[in-house]
């Protein structure tokens, strides 16, 4: 008889499954005099995980585990691989590494019995190099092995050997994404999109937008995400001024900055935090508009709400008011033909004249602004 031990990577939260796994196949071992299985770990590092394009949007724990599995043997044979035929998979073959090229995917049959198409064989190799397949109901009459001990030792080695910490399409609970990726996602949302919360009769909220780009979602929908994403432009810069001014909460006196705080100061956070992330995109620019102040330029992002004549000897002149995706207000007194039409939205860039309060919200007049459809560059 002899061992066999597998290192490979895995998820802290495969952990569980695994160790019952081995737990099972180690029953099997000692109730029929085999050494027992082990499983060896070591500490827990930060992998990183990626989204469906492969761009890393958080980290998961992981670590190397190391199992060792007894491997019996008969009169000098010994198991090296195990073959599954499944009429809809086809065939799948699982062999000890050092033997992956001696067992093949080869026919299902049994050297024993002579049958064909057997569901489950199996690959015994002799000290003298020479090899079988025997069908599952013919190893214990042919090799002396044990049929349940045999199913326990290979569902775990074929466990170990195929386990991969990265599965498509999962997100494992101890998942924490990228705080920065997060703030940056929302606020080129939030600019290009408008912010939309629960409740604002809206289907999708840009929460909801943000957990789609991290976590995955319907392919048509990630890829109209992405759009938006690269109609913003760079916005690192606004989304770490945001992170920022998050942090500088910790000793304010509202609950929500001080839990904004607590979050943006970690590199990572739970998904469940999104939520909260987000919200600080168009509180911050709402804030940072009252700060704004003459001759500053300021760049936007807008949709077009009113447009109406104004008195001049010179030729026509319109006010237009405009409100951009975090509710901000500004005003642009133009005489620049042609007006853009209510509805419209646009890239307008212009020089700050004032910051006025109207109805208890602060509106910005824009002076020299130069505009362009919101899918285009302002040029």
Same mark, same amino acid.
């Not at 909801?208 to 916005?235: F, I, N, P, W």
């Given at each position: 008889?002899?061992?066999?031990?597998?290192?490979?990577? #895995?998820?802290?939260?495969?952990?569980?499954?695994?160790?019952?796994?081995?737990?099972?196949?180690?029953? +099997?071992?000692?109730?029929?005099?085999?050494? !027992?299985?082990?499983?060896?770990?070591?500490?827990?590092?930060?992998?990183?995980?990626?989204?469906?394009?492969?761009?890393?949007?958080?980290?998961?724990?992981?670590?190397? #585990?190391?199992?060792?599995?007894?491997?019996? +043997?008969?009169?000098?044979?010994?198991?090296?691989?195990?073959?599954? !035929?499944?009429?809809?998979?086809?065939?799948?073959?699982? %062999?000890?590494? =050092?033997?992956?090229?001696?067992?093949?995917?080869?026919?299902?049959?049994?050297?024993?019995?002579?049958?064909?198409?057997?569901?489950?064989?199996?690959?015994?190799?002799?000290?003298?190099?020479?090899?079988?397949? *025997?069908?599952?109901?013919?190893?214990?009459?042919?090799?002396?092995?044990?049929?349940?001990?045999?199913?326990?030792?290979?569902?775990?080695?074929?466990?170990?050997?195929?386990?991969?910490?990265?599965?498509?399409?999962?997100?494992?609970?101890?998942?924490?994404?990228?705080? /920065?990726?997060?703030?940056?996602?929302?606020?080129?949302?939030?600019?290009?999109?408008?912010?939309?919360?629960?409740?604002?009769?809206?289907?999708? $909220?840009?929460?909801? =937008?943000?957990?789609?780009?991290?976590?995955?979602?319907?392919?048509?929908?990630?890829?109209?995400?992405?759009?938006?994403?690269? $109609?913003?432009?760079?916005?690192?810069?606004?989304? %770490?001024? #945001?992170?920022?001014? !998050?942090?500088?909460?910790?000793?304010?006196?509202?609950?929500?900055?001080?839990?904004?705080?607590?979050? %943006?100061?970690?590199?990572?956070?739970?998904?469940?935090?999104?939520?909260?992330?987000?919200?600080?995109?168009?509180?911050?620019?709402?804030?940072?508009?009252?700060?704004?102040?003459?001759?500053?330029?300021?760049? #936007?992002?807008?949709?077009? $709400?009113?447009?109406?004549?104004?008195?001049?000897?010179?030729?026509?002149?319109?006010?237009?008011?405009?409100?951009?995706?975090?509710?901000?207000?500004?005003?642009?007194?133009?005489? $620049? *033909?042609?007006?853009?039409?209510?509805?419209?939205? *646009?890239?307008?860039?212009?020089?700050?004249?004032?910051?006025?309060?109207?109805?208890?919200?602060?509106?910005?007049?824009?002076?020299? !602004?130069?505009?362009?459809?919101?899918?285009? /560059?302002?040029?």
């Amino acid at each position: 008889m002899s061992n066999m031990s597998v290192t490979f990577p #895995i998820r802290t939260d495969q952990l569980p499954g695994l160790r019952r796994a081995v737990e099972r196949a180690d029953r +099997q071992a000692r109730a029929h005099g085999l050494d !027992c299985c082990r499983l060896t770990r070591t500490a827990a590092e930060p992998m990183q995980w990626p989204d469906c394009h492969g761009v890393p949007v958080g980290t998961v724990p992981c670590e190397d #585990i190391t199992v060792t599995v007894p491997l019996p +043997q008969f009169q000098g044979w010994v198991v090296i691989g195990e073959t599954e !035929c499944d009429p809809e998979t086809g065939v799948t073959t699982t %062999a000890l590494p =050092q033997y992956t090229d001696v067992v093949t995917d080869t026919a299902p049959h049994c050297n024993g019995c002579g049958e064909t198409g057997t569901a489950t064989s199996y690959v015994l190799r002799h000290e003298d190099g020479s090899t079988m397949r *025997l069908g599952a109901r013919c190893v214990e009459p042919y090799a002396g092995i044990p049929l349940p001990l045999l199913n326990e030792l290979w569902r775990l080695i074929r466990r170990c050997l195929t386990s991969e910490p990265y599965e498509p399409g999962c997100v494992p609970p101890t998942l924490r994404v990228y705080v /920065d990726l997060a703030l940056e996602y929302a606020t080129a949302l939030t600019i290009e999109a408008g912010y939309a919360k629960r409740g604002g009769g809206t289907v999708w $909220t840009t929460t909801e =937008q943000v957990r789609t780009l991290m976590l995955g979602g319907e392919h048509e929908a990630v890829r109209s995400l992405h759009h938006h994403l690269r $109609t913003a432009g760079d916005v690192t810069p606004l989304a %770490a001024a #945001i992170r920022q001014w !998050c942090r500088r909460g910790a000793a304010d006196t509202s609950e929500y900055r001080r839990s904004l705080a607590r979050v %943006a100061s970690q590199e990572t956070a739970v998904p469940a935090s999104l939520g909260l992330l987000v919200s600080a995109v168009p509180i911050y620019l709402r804030h940072a508009q009252r700060d704004l102040r003459a001759g500053e330029r300021e760049s #936007i992002t807008a949709t077009v $709400t009113a447009v109406d004549p104004l008195d001049s000897r010179w030729g026509p002149r319109r006010r237009i008011q405009l409100v951009d995706g975090a509710g901000r207000r500004y005003v642009w007194e133009s005489m $620049t *033909l042609p007006f853009p039409r209510p509805g419209q939205r *646009l890239r307008v860039s212009g020089r700050v004249v004032r910051n006025t309060v109207r109805d208890g919200v602060t509106e910005t007049y824009l002076t020299r !602004c130069r505009t362009a459809p919101a899918d285009s /560059d302002v040029s």
